[in-house]
């Protein structure tokens, strides 16, 4: 019996010794061996390795993944001391361990100090910029391409373009930063981002207001130029059309006069061919005139209506010839 006890209490003591000597390391990590504060060993190799038993090596793991650092959402000041709250999130990667515990130790220490340097580099550029290239509000150029200005004749610009030309120039500035850092923190930054850019809430009241008044300026001078433009462009077509009528009443009497002239010309050869038949012609229509209406008429009997009434046979032969 007491030989079996001995026996399990190897085994145990080997399990036991066996089970703080080994270690994993997941594809997701990398993993430093320290001992009594030395570093022994770098593994970034998934796989199982075998250390000190007994707590003598200690297993420090960090993350090999894309890591983000959210920074706390601050006032920036633009460059005409306008408060701005902006909010942003970076993300960086553990290129060497071992400098990163020298350095910074845990994650939460490394998204404390690069938030901070971040937000150094942020503002810097902030301070450069005015509202209108942060927040923005109007796009650069209108559907036919032309410059959106306001109402001073300022263009506006777009600020989505102008975000990522402030966020590449924080990237620049935060690795130039971290190359020259001694002894190296061991990350890399991959990328700045901006979650939110808005006014502060005790003052987005008034800025809003503010806005809404120069928007309706911009639109009561949009509307005044509309309609002196119509104005324009309707007196234009106004004297467009006195125009072509004066230009259609001349044709028309220029047309009229030729018609007139042709139709007397007309009349004046064919009472050349015969002018006693022509008169006989309107003295007819006289008579159809006169002779079927009830009114009463008292004329000389030599007047020259009666001639063809009067005359004789002979005579009427040879009109009717």
């Given at each position: 019996?007491?030989?079996?006890?001995?026996?399990?209490?190897?085994?145990?003591?080997?399990?036991?010794?066996?089970?703080?000597?080994?270690?994993?390391?997941?594809?997701?990590?990398?993993?430093?061996?320290?001992?009594?504060?030395?570093?022994?060993?770098?593994?970034t190799?998934?796989?199982?390795?075998?250390?000190?038993?007994?707590?003598?090596?200690?297993?420090?793991?960090?993350?090999?993944?894309?890591?983000?650092?959210?920074?706390p959402?601050?006032?920036?000041?633009?460059?005409?001391?306008?408060?701005?709250?902006?909010?942003?999130?970076?993300?960086?990667?553990?290129?060497?361990?071992?400098?990163?515990?020298?350095?910074?130790?845990?994650?939460?220490?490394?998204?404390?100090?690069l938030?901070?340097?971040?937000?150094?580099?942020?503002?810097?550029?902030?301070?450069?910029?005015?509202?209108?290239?942060?927040?923005?509000?109007?796009?650069?150029?209108?559907?036919?391409?032309?410059?959106?200005?306001?109402?001073e004749?300022?263009?506006?610009v777009?600020?989505?373009?102008?975000?990522?030309?402030?966020?590449?120039?924080?990237?620049?500035?935060?690795?130039g930063?971290?190359?020259?850092?001694?002894?190296?923190?061991?990350?890399?930054?991959?990328?700045v981002?901006?979650?939110?850019?808005?006014?502060?809430?005790?003052?987005?009241?008034?800025?809003?207001?503010?806005?809404?008044?120069?928007?309706?300026k911009?639109?009561?001078?949009?509307r005044?130029?509309?309609?002196?433009?119509?104005?324009?462009?309707?007196?234009?077509?106004?004297?467009?059309?006195?125009?072509?009528?004066?230009?259609?009443?001349?044709d028309?009497?220029?047309?009229?006069?030729?018609?007139?002239?042709?139709?007397?010309?007309?009349?004046?050869?064919?009472?050349?061919?015969?002018?006693?038949?022509?008169?006989?012609?309107?003295s007819?229509?006289?008579y159809?005139?006169?002779?079927?209406?009830?009114?009463?008429?008292?004329?000389?009997?030599?007047?020259?209506?009666?001639?063809?009434?009067?005359?004789?046979?002979?005579?009427?032969?040879?009109?009717?010839?």
């Open positions: 019996m007491r030989n079996l006890v001995i026996a399990g209490v190897i085994i145990l003591v080997a399990i036991i010794t066996l089970y703080t000597a080994l270690y994993v390391v997941d594809e997701t990590e990398q993993v430093i061996v320290t001992r009594f504060g030395n570093v022994q060993v770098v593994q190799s998934p796989g199982l390795y075998v250390k000190a038993p007994f707590g003598v090596d200690r297993v420090i793991s960090y993350d090999r993944r894309v890591l983000r650092i959210d920074a959402p601050g006032p920036f000041l633009d460059k005409d001391i306008n408060i701005l709250e902006i909010d942003v999130y970076a993300r960086y990667v553990i290129t060497d361990p071992h400098s990163f515990l020298q350095t910074l130790n845990t994650q939460e220490n490394a998204s404390q100090v938030g901070q340097r971040i937000n150094a580099a942020l503002r810097a550029e902030i301070a450069e910029r005015s509202r209108e290239e942060i927040i923005g509000g109007d796009v650069a150029l209108d559907a036919d391409g032309n410059p959106i200005t306001d109402a004749g300022n263009s506006r777009n600020p989505t373009n102008t975000r990522t030309e402030i966020l590449d120039e924080v990237l620049v500035a935060v690795k930063e971290l190359a020259q850092e001694s002894p190296s923190f061991g990350v890399e930054m991959i990328d981002r901006i979650k939110r850019a808005d006014f502060p809430a005790a003052v987005a009241g008034r800025i809003f207001e503010r806005m809404r008044s120069d928007r309706e911009i639109a009561r001078r949009l005044a130029e509309g309609e002196e433009e119509a104005r324009s462009r309707r007196a234009a077509a106004d004297r467009e059309v006195e125009v072509i009528i004066a230009a259609a009443d001349r028309a009497a220029r047309l009229r006069g030729e018609g007139e002239a042709q139709a007397i010309s007309i009349l004046a050869v064919a009472l050349n061919q015969d002018p006693e038949f022509y008169s006989f012609r309107r007819l229509d006289a159809r005139r006169f002779l079927s209406s009830q009114s009463t008429m008292l004329l000389d009997v030599d007047s020259d209506l009666f001639r063809y009434l009067q005359s004789s046979g002979a005579s009427q032969t040879g009109v009717g010839r």
